[in-house]
């Protein structure tokens, strides 16, 4: 039986701390429509408290969450009036905080309760808690809107926060987190007053610093089997520590090659055409790299997917959740089934 027809608007704020992507689908089964997108830049304010947060009290985090809730209602309403937009449905991914799956833990904040009364509409959140609990990564979630949304395609790579990939194996899939993305690249550009490596510039100045190459190589991670994930945590202790007294430049040229290199020793054989989106596919010089790691195999998608396909996968998987279908794949996360995850907030 077809899934009846919603316009669901997707939320999505990554790691990367740039801003929220707002995606506003329209969905009739595995048929969809983007109508309208809207990026919302994070201020200073906004930078400061979610790069921070994971270092407040118990009671402030639980403020913050609440507030954050009610910024993503606001925009919400700012979106609708400013596109005179129809919505049934918010999706919203959350900000994430903590990331440790194994001690089941995973937490993203953007308080469903918060949203809901504030913007109007039902909303569903938390899609990584119950497949965490469940003892899979809750993560990547976007796997299975890339096959249903994009299936022209035998792998995803989306250059985010960080870099994860979603590989098609006969029916299903795997994804995995692959390596640090743009949060250690925006984490090396703010050394430099930048906010992030505009074209690859910073890192076109640079040398490769072998020993740096080594060290990051050699983390256990990169030779662990999927499934797998990164947290902003694991990386302000693994890598950032490794970057110290490394200039800027050479740490950063450094870096898009060794994740360039580590991405293509991830990588399966069978996976010759790769749809590459997030905002790392606007770095030209790990673009570059990418292509010389594994000629004409990375495809960027267009300029919409690039910068709003998470939004619109998350949109995707609110609006399965809300049709009680699977959204979460067991080869992916390492849970024991596959499932339908998210919770609805909504009128009583």
């Not at 450094?254 to 790769?274: E, G, N, R, W």
Request: proline residues 4%; hydrophobic residues 40%; negative net charge.
């Amino acid at each position: 039986m077809a899934l009846p027809s919603l316009n669901v608007l997707g939320l999505m704020s990554g790691t990367s701390l740039d801003g929220l992507d707002i995606s506003l689908v329209a969905f009739q089964d595995k048929s969809w429509e983007l109508q309208h997108t809207k990026h919302v830049a994070y201020n200073d304010h906004w930078k400061t408290a979610l790069s921070e947060a994971h270092e407040l009290s118990g009671e402030d985090l639980v403020l913050l969450d609440i507030a954050y809730g009610q910024w993503l209602g606001e925009q919400v309403n700012r979106f609708q009036k400013e596109f005179g937009a129809s919505i049934d449905l918010v999706s919203s991914h959350g900000h994430t905080v903590f990331h440790q799956p194994e001690k089941r833990l995973t937490h993203q904040i953007g308080n469903g309760n918060a949203l809901h009364i504030a913007s109007g509409y039902p909303v569903i959140c938390d899609f990584r808690s119950a497949d965490v609990m469940m003892g899979g990564q809750g993560a990547p979630l976007v796997p299975r809107g890339d096959l249903d949304l994009f299936p022209h395609y035998d792998g995803w790579l989306n250059l985010g926060g960080m870099a994860n990939v979603t590989v098609r194996y006969g029916s299903g899939a795997l994804a995995w987190d692959l390596v640090p993305c743009n949060t250690v690249f925006n984490h090396l550009s703010a050394r430099v007053g930048a906010a992030y490596d505009k074209d690859g510039a910073i890192a076109k100045r640079g040398r490769f610093v072998n020993d740096l190459a080594k060290a990051i190589e050699s983390l256990p991670y990169f030779k662990a089997k999927p499934p797998k994930s990164l947290g902003r945590e694991w990386v302000e202790q693994h890598i950032f520590p490794l970057l110290e007294g490394v200039t800027t430049e050479d740490a950063m040229q450094t870096c898009v090659q060794v994740f360039a290199k580590l991405i293509d020793q991830q990588l399966p054989s069978h996976a010759h055409a790769v749809l590459v989106s997030g905002g790392g596919v606007y770095n030209r010089a790990f673009m570059d790299a990418l292509d010389d790691v594994r000629p004409a195999c990375f495809v960027a998608a267009s300029n919409a997917i690039v910068e709003y396909k998470e939004s619109i996968v998350f949109a995707y998987l609110g609006y399965l959740r809300v049709n009680g279908k699977n959204n979460i794949l067991n080869t992916v996360t390492g849970a024991p089934k596959d499932h339908s995850a998210g919770v609805l907030f909504s009128k009583p």
